[in-house]
């Protein structure tokens, strides 16, 4: 079992930054997928970034140029620079891992960061 604790999570200004962490209670390393979604109210959960075991990544339109994903496994830890943010990225942003083996595939989330965008 694989337990992901996500933080960052904050109150900040249209046009600022955060960066949010993931730290798992495992290695990563053999995650096929590991990303960040997030929900908004009265929004369906979204796919914010991926990033692939061979380190492909893969955004969502809305955040193009603007967030970057990253993974270092060697801290077990995944990584989702957010600059210019803008108020329609406020949401609860979750960390998500999947892992495909011979077993078949398996998901896990964290609990979830606020991240909240206003002036």
């Known amino acids: 079992q694989v337990q992901l604790v996500e933080s960052g999570g904050d109150l900040v200004q249209p046009g600022g930054s955060l960066r949010l962490s993931c730290a798992a209670s495992?290695?990563?390393?053999?995650?096929?997928?590991m990303g960040w979604y997030r929900h908004a109210p009265g929004k369906q959960r979204e796919l914010v970034a991926r990033?692939?075991?061979?380190?492909?990544?893969n955004y969502a339109d809305s955040v193009k140029g603007r967030f970057t994903i990253s993974r270092d496994n060697t801290r077990n830890t995944v990584y989702l620079q957010m600059n210019s943010l803008k108020p329609v990225d406020t949401a609860v942003y979750y960390c998500?891992?999947?892992?495909?083996?011979?077993?078949?595939?398996?998901?896990?989330w964290g609990q979830g960061t606020q991240v909240t965008v206003s002036s």
């Open positions: 998500n891992a999947v892992k495909i083996d011979g077993l078949g595939r398996r998901e896990y």
């Open positions: 990033i692939s075991i061979r380190n492909n990544t």
């Open positions: 495992g290695t990563i390393s053999s995650m096929y997928y």
